[in-house]
């Protein structure tokens, strides 16, 4: 076992350009409108609230309250910044406060590795310090610490490094003893379905032992079990973790009374009756109040695993998840329920979507698909606009999903429209920029410089992940230097290209089509500037705001 600290040197600065400090955060007004908070608010603005309390792809979240405060941590895979942290005060209205990392310190992460990178992660609060824990399923168990969880973090740490160890959960004991649990990945390791639980040093930079299997799913009665959590409970030790895989999965919980077993396990909630596919694997909290809460994911297939948030009871010391409507002490998930009893009301607030380009950092909302690197944007050169820089597909690429410079954000609601101004009056010959809608298939509408003048293209790339060819479904010549584009997404991830030349006429481009998931993600939506090669004179193209309705 062997400890090795990553510092992360110049890419903290990405950190900082990509806007990791709390006061990015913005709130509204108590009594706000839900239109003018987002296309999806989740707080009914009556003491009830709807799920999903995050209608957006925050994978396998995790939560920990610290006082008054609730923070909550979800995978983030290739895409940098990583490890989003948010912020609630209530567990139903939530904003985006910072990243663990602005670069990955570590592998070749500056191609994008779709699918690999941050898997789920943990996150604990321990002697005055936040701890976030992810496990890189090629490159190891992977530690951020921080004492304000909005930023600075510190060097990531590797815990170990390891081919397939992946879902750790720190837990430090009553006596101050500390313990790892994790599971595997059969893509990596070759095995999965079981759990694992290391003794782990004090300030849990290094495991201590070669672990102990502590659940055994592989005779089939908890398949792909994953994504343990751990927690000390009125004497008991308790994992709560999935299983059944990421659209059908259920949740599962153990008990013992020894941290190292033997375990004895129930499900505590599944799909029951309801349309809530795969409601499983997130974290528990106990309010002060003495309510409990279960925040976990549902797979939505192109819009990701969205966030909801289950009532929990225990009974005869098992957690009951949701709504126990057959009284056999598993419960099913709500659609609607009475708010968490917090002492009080507060703003509506989503994560953030629309960018104003305001500011000379973007959003947190805004994510790369591969490291970050210079030159690539500018919020200062133009004040109030954001620059994109013109830059070509990576060497041996076909298509967009080998570049790593999409300027993108998570698909907020079921429906909404997104509009972006452009000008594009700096592009060279040859190069593109534009609104796309990513993912192993993608779309976009974009301005095209040609030789002969600029045109409106529509473009699509079927399979785009196994090296599929781009094809033009649309062009029109266009006059001036400026545009507004847009995409209205309708139920069911369906998708229609707009564009206007006034902005009060919007003439249809094409035909409609239905957005596709990328690679443990949901589909994603933002813009691009694409050059047709890296020789000769770069240009850009200026985007001036990108509003969601």
Known sequence: MRRVAI??????????LMGACVSCQTGLRVGASATSVGPWVPDNGDGTYKNPVICADY???????????????????????????????DLVNWTIIGHVFGKFPYGDFDAP???????????????????????????????????????????????????????????WDDDGNAY????????????????TINRMSANGTKLLDEGKLVVDGRDGKYRTLEGPKMYKRNGFYYLMAP???????????????????????????DQGKTEINGPHQGGWVELKSGENWFVHFQDRGAYGRVVHLQPVKWVD?????????????????????????????????????????DSRRPGLQWQWEGNYREGWISLTQRPGWLRLFAVAIPDKGTNLWSAPNLFLQKLPAPEFTVTTKLEFGKLAVGERAGLIMMGASYWYLAVERTAGGDRVVKVTCRDAAKGGKEIQKWSEGCAGDSLLLR?????????????????????????????????????????????KDEAGQRGYADFDWFRFE
Not at 7 to 16: D, F, N, S
Not at 180 to 195: F, Q, T
Not at 244 to 269: C, T, W
Not at 327 to 332: A, D, F, I, L, P
């Open 7 to 16: 510092h992360l040197g110049k890419a903290l600065g990405v950190l900082a």
């Open 59 to 89: 994978s396998d979240p995790d939560v920990v309250r610290v006082g008054d405060d609730f923070y909550l941590v979800s995978s983030s895979f290739n895409c940098v910044p990583g490890l989003p942290i948010l912020h609630s005060k």
């Open 113 to 171: 590795q779709h699918g690999n990178g941050v898997w789920a992660p943990s996150i604990r609060y321990h002697q005055g310090e936040f701890y976030v824990y992810y496990g890189d399923p090629d490159y190891g168990i992977f530690m951020g610490k921080a004492k304000n969880p909005a930023g600075p973090w510190g060097a990531l740490v590797r815990v170990q490094e390891s081919k397939g160890w992946i879902d750790p959960c720190p837990f």
């Open 180 to 195: 790892l649990v994790h599971a595997w990945a059969n893509s990596r390791a070759g095995i999965n379905s079981i759990l």
């Open 243 to 269: 299983a059944g895989g990421v659209p059908k999965g259920y949740q599962l919980a153990f008990r013992a009374r020894s941290i190292f077993g033997p375990y004895e396990g129930r499900i505590v909630m």
């Open 317 to 357: 010391d098992w957690p009951v998840m949701g709504i126990d409507k057959e009284g056999n002490g598993k419960g099913e998930p709500v659609l609607t329920y009475k708010k968490p009893d917090v002492g009080r009301s507060y703003s509506l607030m989503v994560p953030q979507t629309s960018d104003e380009f």
């Open 487 to 531: 995409i209205k997404v309708s139920a069911g991830a369906i998708c229609r290209f707009s564009y206007s030349t006034d902005g009060k006429e919007f003439i249809p481009v094409g035909e409609s089509f239905t957005a596709g998931a990328g690679r443990w993600m949901g589909a994603k939506v933002g813009l691009f500037s694409e050059a």
